[in-house]
Every structure is written in structure tokens, then in C-alpha cells.
């Protein structure tokens, strides 16, 4: 059995983050306008060991209700999870269940990241089925966190569920935290510290935190040991975060509980992911949609051009729009039109284009570096003097936009970045016509080094006909005992190169506090305390740039 306060708004509810809100937010985003009014209870969901999670019954006030929603995640039920996955929902005669996960806000427990999500979230299916208003069929909404509690559930998929909206949600931790051979510390220690700190009663202090979060998460990542410094931000918080950071190994079956990818081949449901050109997740959201597509599953694609946090901010637009008429689709009976096209992506400098699938077909281009930092079609001369830079840990590149968990990602003007004598750039000549790539773009070098324990960061960036350089598409890789030639796969992208610009190409040593800078040592991540700089050799003749082309409008 579950207890249930049934309540009405309260007055101090009904401001712009209440119903008001919801009104207004839904004619500012262009949803279809709003149906019937909603009431909203607090209820507690029991769990098969005893405890009970806390949530929010957003109940629309229609004897004909259009189908249900289940949200669940680990950051509270009030703004803006409230407006954008209950209200819009609540108003257009869904019943919202909005829940806060194991450990978090109310609920009982303890919350460990991603551990209990499959048997909480089939728990809480169970006592779905028993609520009276409940209409048979529901879909699920959100976006990270919220994302991966979908896909816990898809890994057994029940029969009532009829469709998913996830968004930016991975499943696979691993991936995320060790992907490049190099812990993402400013994502997941910033991640770690928020956690650790959203329940504080002091509201003012939660905000300032969170304002000032990267720069204290990037102190802390310059200071050594990590381990230590780490604990010192921390406190009694985030006990998951040592042990992330020293399991480097992604094979290593502490990671069994944190991923998910046979939920992959399990589901059947009609499956909607949207993502961001600049989202850390990418390339799991575009790994989740080549599964689901092989199989023959009904999935949608949409990728814009947003960093994780700007898809509820300036992606949240098309975003909701795009949900709502999935959900209306395959849970509402087919209120909505079915999506004429599974793909729609942002092509960067042009806009958007709907296609029948990602990615489309191209052709290979190869631009080689050349000596003197220029960017050509034919390869150099044997014998081409090599291009070589000087890596020191106690001065790594610092990162510069990109993908990133923090306010200063996505879109930015590198050129400072390719001033630094710790950086070499290539850089092609003046496109005479307008170029088009789609797909992931490939940087191999003909690398070596005077020190084995080394990282490389490749990025490719445009620069406009005034001399500005801003980022593209970004890869990074810890080398150790790498062979020779080093093949570096970039953030998959869907962007237009224009008429007057230049393709240029940047190689580091290290892309800092995105990625714990290697240190020059075999010394573990946490532990490490020793400096040990490097000289890189690019050697020229076969180091190249391979992009997918083709696919304009």
C-alpha cells in the first residue's frame, strides 16, 4: 500500500514556476494549448525492501484523460523538473507521476548513482498498475539522470509501457567517466559536488555553489594529490567518487551495475532521443539510435545544437515540442501526426533538415597536415620536417568551450588557444565553395613521444574570414604504450564549413580540467603527486584529417 496526501496547489505555488507558468511557458515554447486543469498529491511509493520513494501525482481534471507519465530522478520534484516534465504534461490531460529517486528529496534509502534504478523503477510500475486513475498505458520523459532511470526500465520492459522520450541519457557510466582513457573530472567531480549539496536548506547557498562550481571543481582538479583534494571539496558527500576514479579499466566489473546497454537490445516501444552537437552523451545517444534502428525499433532522432545544460534552456523549445507529439502519438491514441522523418538534426552554419537517417551517406575527404601549420590535399614530401610541442603538466592546455557539464561549453572563439606554444595548429585554405560533413571526422597521427605516459587532444575548428577560429568537433585520447599511428575519433557532427572560411586542426597534450591532465608518470589518478613533461612529434607525410562529406540541402 502507498499513503497519499491528496492536496490542492498551494497560493505560493501559483507563481511562474506553478500553473501561471505552465500557461505561459507552453505558448512561449508553440505546445498545442492546454486542456483541462490538474490537482496535485504527494504520494509515497513503496519498494520491495520496505522503503518508500517520494512523489508527486500531477492529476488532470478530465473524465477522459489522455494517457500517463512516469518522470524519476535524483534532482527534487520542484523547479524545473516540475514545470517541464509535470505541468506542460498535467495541463494536455496526462496524469504525471513525478518521483524522486531512491535517496533523494523525501525519498527513503540511500542514493547510490544508477545501482537501484531497474528494481525501483519496476517497483514503482508495480504500484502504477494499482492506482485507480491509472490509464493502462504510460510513457516516460527526462533528460540525463532522468534518461538513464528510463532506460533501467527498458532493460525489462512492461507491458503497459508504450512509448519513451529520453533525453541526453547514457547507459553506460564508463563510457561517460573513462571513455578517452582519462577520468572527465570536471563533469563528474562538478556533478559529484552538486549532488552532494542540492538538499541543503539554505537555498542562497545552494545557488552560489552551483555559480561557482567550475571554478572551484578546476582548484581542486589543478591540486594533487586528486584523491585528497577531491574529499577536501566533498566532505562526507559523494562516497561513489574515489571509486570511480580509480576503477580506469572499463572492462572491470564494477562497472556492471553502472551500464546498461542490453536494455539496448531489449526494447521494443517506440523510443525518441534528442540530444546536443555539444552534449557530453552524444555519442551514446547516437550509439542508442544505430542499436534501436539495426533492430528495426520505431526511434526518432533529434540533435540541435546545445551543450548539456542548454537543452531545458535554448533547446527546450523543440525539445518539448518534439516530446509532447511523441507521447501523443504512441501513448494518446495517435492524437498527433506521426514524425514524417526519424532524423532531425541542426546542420551548424545553416540550420535544420530532416532525413530519413544518421548519418547520411558521404564520401572521404582527406586533408594532411603539412610543415609550417598549413592543411592540404596532397600529402607532404617524404622527409617533411616534423611538427613537435612541449607538454608540461604544471601548465596543461586549458580546456576552451566544447562539450562540458558547465556554463562556459559549447560554441566558443578558440583562436587564444591557438596562440599557446603548447598547442600546433594546421590550417587549410580558403574554401571556395560552401562544405558539408556529416557524420564523425577522423584525425590519425604519426605520433611519438619522449615520454609514453601522454595524452593527445585533437579538435577541428573553422575559421571565418576574419581571422576567428571557433570549435567544431572535439576528441581526445590517453595514449600509454600507443602504436605509431594514433586514430582519434572526434564528436560526430552535422555542420557546414562556408564559402571564405578555413579548416584548421588542433593538437595538445591535454585538454584541462575536462580531463585529469596527465602527469608524465604511471602514477595512479588519485595518488598521483609527480611532474614529468613531454615533447610530442607529429610526424608529417601520412598524419591526416579524414571527414565524412556530402549530405547538403
Not at 140 to 165: K, R
Not at 395 to 406: I, R, Y
Not at 488 to 507: K, N, P, Q, T
Request: charged share 20%; glycine share 12%.
Amino acid at each position: 500500500m502507498s499513503t497519499t496526501s491528496a492536496r490542492r496547489e498551494q497560493p505560493k505555488l501559483r507563481t511562474l514556476t506553478g500553473r501561471a507558468g505552465g500557461r505561459a511557458l507552453g505558448g512561449l515554447l508553440g505546445l498545442p494549448p492546454a486542456t483541462t486543469g490538474y490537482t496535485v498529491s504527494h504520494v509515497r511509493v513503496p519498494m520491495r525492501d520496505g522503503i518508500h520513494l517520494a512523489a508527486d501525482h500531477y492529476a488532470p481534471t478530465t473524465s477522459r484523460p489522455t494517457g500517463t507519465v512516469l518522470v524519476r530522478g535524483p534532482y527534487g520534484r520542484g523547479f524545473p523538473f516540475s514545470l517541464v516534465f509535470a505541468r506542460l504534461y498535467a495541463a494536455r490531460g496526462y496524469h504525471v507521476v513525478l518521483q524522486s529517486v531512491r535517496g533523494t528529496f523525501g525519498s527513503g534509502g540511500t542514493f547510490e548513482p544508477m545501482i537501484n534504478e531497474a528494481a525501483d523503477g519496476a517497483d514503482t510500475v508495480t504500484w502504477l498498475r494499482q492506482q485507480p486513475w491509472f490509464t493502462g498505458r504510460f510513457g516516460t520523459v527526462g533528460v540525463s539522470y532522468l534518461g538513464f532511470t528510463q532506460w533501467a526500465l527498458l532493460q525489462d520492459p512492461p507491458p503497459e509501457l508504450a512509448a519513451a522520450v529520453i533525453t541526453a541519457g547514457p547507459h553506460d557510466l564508463s563510457s561517460s567517466v573513462w571513455g578517452t582513457g582519462s577520468f572527465a573530472i570536471s563533469d563528474f567531480l562538478g556533478w559529484s559536488d552538486l549532488i552532494s549539496n542540492q538538499e541543503d536548506p539554505v537555498r542562497v547557498r545552494v545557488g552560489i555553489r552551483q555559480l561557482t562550481s567550475q571554478r572551484r571543481v578546476a582548484r581542486v582538479a589543478a591540486a594533487l594529490p586528486l584523491g585528497e583534494s577531491a574529499r577536501n571539496l566533498l566532505g562526507a558527500g559523494a562516497p561513489w567518487f574515489e571509486s570511480w576514479v580509480a576503477h580506469h579499466d572499463q572492462n572491470h566489473p564494477f562497472w556492471d551495475r553502472l551500464r546498461i546497454g542490453h536494455a539496448l537490445d531489449r526494447v521494443q516501444v517506440p523510443v525518441l532521443l534528442l540530444g546536443g552537437w555539444q552534449d557530453i552523451f552524444l555519442r551514446q545517444t547516437l550509439q542508442q539510435y544505430q542499436r534501436l534502428r539495426s533492430r528495426g525499433v520505431d526511434v526518432g532522432l533529434t540533435v540541435g545544437p546545445w551543450t548539456h545544460t542548454q537543452l531545458l534552456s535554448k533547446g527546450l523549445a523543440i525539445s518539448a515540442r518534439e516530446s509532447l507529439a511523441w507521447l501523443d502519438t504512441h501513448v494518446g491514441g495517435g492524437r498527433a501526426a506521426h514524425r514524417p522523418n526519424p532524423v532531425h538534426v541542426f546542420v551548424t552554419g545553416q540550420g535544420w533538415r530532416h532525413l530519413p537517417d544518421w548519418p547520411p551517406a558521404t564520401t572521404q575527404r582527406e586533408l594532411y597536415l603539412q610543415p609550417g601549420g598549413s592543411l592540404g590535399e596532397l600529402a607532404p614530401a617524404p622527409g617533411a620536417c616534423p611538427a613537435t610541442f612541449r607538454y608540461d603538466p604544471a601548465d596543461p592546455t586549458p580546456t576552451t568551450g566544447g562539450p562540458l557539464l558547465a556554463p562556459s561549453g559549447g560554441y566558443r572563439n578558440d583562436s587564444r588557444l591557438a596562440r599557446r606554444s603548447d598547442v600546433r595548429t594546421f590550417t587549410g585554405a580558403t574554401l571556395t565553395h560552401d562544405l558539408y560533413v556529416h557524420g564523425a571526422p577522423i584525425v590519425e597521427l604519426v605520433h611519438s613521444s619522449d615520454n609514453p605516459h601522454v595524452d593527445l587532444f585533437v579538435r577541428v575548428s573553422e575559421v571565418d574570414a576574419r581571422g576567428r577560429s571557433r570549435n567544431v568537433s572535439d576528441g581526445y585520447q590517453r595514449l600509454g604504450d600507443a602504436p605509431e599511428t594514433v586514430r582519434v575519433e572526434l564528436d560526430a557532427i552535422a555542420h557546414r564549413f562556408s564559402a571564405g572560411s578555413r579548416i584548421r586542426v588542433l593538437v595538445a597534450g591535454s585538454w584541462f580540467p575536462r580531463y585529469a591532465r596527465s602527469l608524465g608518470t604511471p602514477e595512479p589518478t588519485l595518488t598521483g603527486r609527480a611532474f614529468r613533461p613531454a615533447t610530442h612529434t607529429v610526424h608529417l607525410g601520412q598524419s591526416r584529417l579524414l571527414l565524412p562529406v556530402g549530405g547538403a540541402a
